[in-house]
């Protein structure tokens, strides 16, 4: 699964929607996204007063930065699918897949052929052209807010963006404008996403072909149990990949050492369940192995003491491994040419 394309990098120039400042900062503009982050950390109903010239007040309230967006047309989306250049069309597929990525991570996927200061730039110019279309909607990361220089940004479609895409699915696009994920939240989304960079980095580099990779919610399975019962399966992402002949599946279960030992026996037993209703067999003719990717060696063992209080003839669905090792696991394919 290639996601690069030879065209050139550099889409239309859009100018950016600008503000006038307030009112220690009159005559200037800024970044009306930035502006929006500072002072809603200020409270909610917070307003500021200044004075300028004459000593005339000026009332400066958070909501007069919040960027509106006006709803985009059928006809409008239309005109951005011919205006988009084939890279921004990749951001957007890319964004489809895993609903959340870095700067870094849509640079490595759709500028790899350029060095990581080019790709870098290449990535938040489109990003930047996406968002100003109304396709795109940036998030802070928070991981960062602590460390030195400007915080980074995390990428997801807006609800125009997924409309234009066709998906199902796209992080927070239904949400409120104030909306914001919490920090564990997006690490666990991150790591699904780097996991599929790694793949299609693994993939030019001459591994196997990745020929899907569905990221949650949409790979969610639901089927009847033995007992009549309905199951809902959460896997993080589902992955099939091949060389020549062969196939691999996975369920992949991203583990950040936060669950409990009973919370993670609870899902073996939920795989299991679903496995013996057939009904993935029956769909897709194969049932893919359920692999657990943990931040260390401390976690895998005791997630492998879990799995080993499985009944014996479930233990053969379950691998873990841990996330330096995962790429290797998931991409061991015997008997591929």
Known sequence: ??????????????????????????????????????????????????????????????????????????????????????????????????????????????????????????????????????????????????QVGAPGYLHALTAAGLRLTAGTHALGARQRAAWRPTVAFLAHRLAISELFVQLCEHERAGGPTVREFVAEPDCWRTGTGTTGQRLLVRPDALVRLERGPVEVSWFVEVDRGSERPAVIAAKCRLHRQYELSGAEQAQYGVFPGVVFIVPGTARARALERVIAQQPAEARGLFVVTTEDAALATLTQMEGAS
């Open 1 to 146: 699964m290639s996601l690069s394309v030879t065209l050139s990098a550099v889409g239309k120039q859009s100018s950016a929607t600008l503000l006038t400042g307030p009112p220690n900062h009159a005559g200037r503009a800024y970044d009306c996204l930035a502006a929006d982050s500072a002072y809603r950390t200020r409270g909610r109903n917070a307003s500021r007063t200044g004075r300028r010239g004459g000593g005339a007040h000026l009332i400066y309230r958070r909501r007069l930065v919040t960027p509106i967006r006006p709803s985009l047309t059928g006809s409008r989306l239309d005109q951005l699918r011919r205006d988009l250049t084939d890279r921004e069309q990749t951001i957007l597929n890319v964004l489809r897949t895993v609903h959340v990525a870095t700067t870094d991570q849509v640079a490595r996927l759709v500028f790899d052929g350029h060095d990581e200061a080019v790709a870098g730039r290449l990535a938040r110019r489109h990003l930047q052209r996406l968002d100003g279309f109304g396709l795109v909607r940036r998030l802070v990361d928070r991981s960062r807010d602590r």
